[in-house]
């Protein structure tokens, strides 16, 4: 008889801690995706500083010192969305492994 070793009965409970971990970090970034501001972050440098442009419906609109919330806003826009992509993968893959140990533990309980 095969001997069953120890973790293989359940998977682990940290790959699922983790696992939920990762999808209460995706659900945080598409909240703050669903209110971040329309259009885009664009950045120029001009006579050594920094200019600050937000891209809308195809038109750059300049942003002075005054639009300091929104330039923050659409630069935390661009990496949640960056942040995204990586948390979706991370998320899939995970949900795979789990998956995939689930079933390798049925088929030792089937034999």
């Known amino acids: 008889m095969e001997r ?4 293989i009965i359940m998977p ?7 696992l939920e971990q990762y999808q209460e970090w995706l659900w ?7 209110h971040a501001p329309k259009g885009s972050l664009k950045l ?3 006579n050594g500083t920094v200019q600050y442009n ?4 195809n038109k750059l609109i300049y942003l002075n010192k005054d639009h300091m919330e929104l330039v923050r806003a659409l630069a935390q826009k661009g990496y ?3 942040v995204l992509k990586v948390l ?3 998320v899939a893959v995970r949900k795979r492994r789990l998956r995939e140990s689930f079933q390798k533990q049925l088929k030792l309980f089937r034999k």
């Open 12 to 18: 682990g409970a940290e790959e699922e801690q983790t």
């Open 80 to 82: 949640d969305k960056k």
């Open 4 to 7: 069953i070793q120890p973790g």
């Open 28 to 34: 945080m970034v598409r909240e703050r995706l669903e």
């Open 54 to 57: 937000q891209l809308l419906d």
């Open 88 to 90: 979706e993968r991370e």
């Open 44 to 46: 120029a440098h001009s």
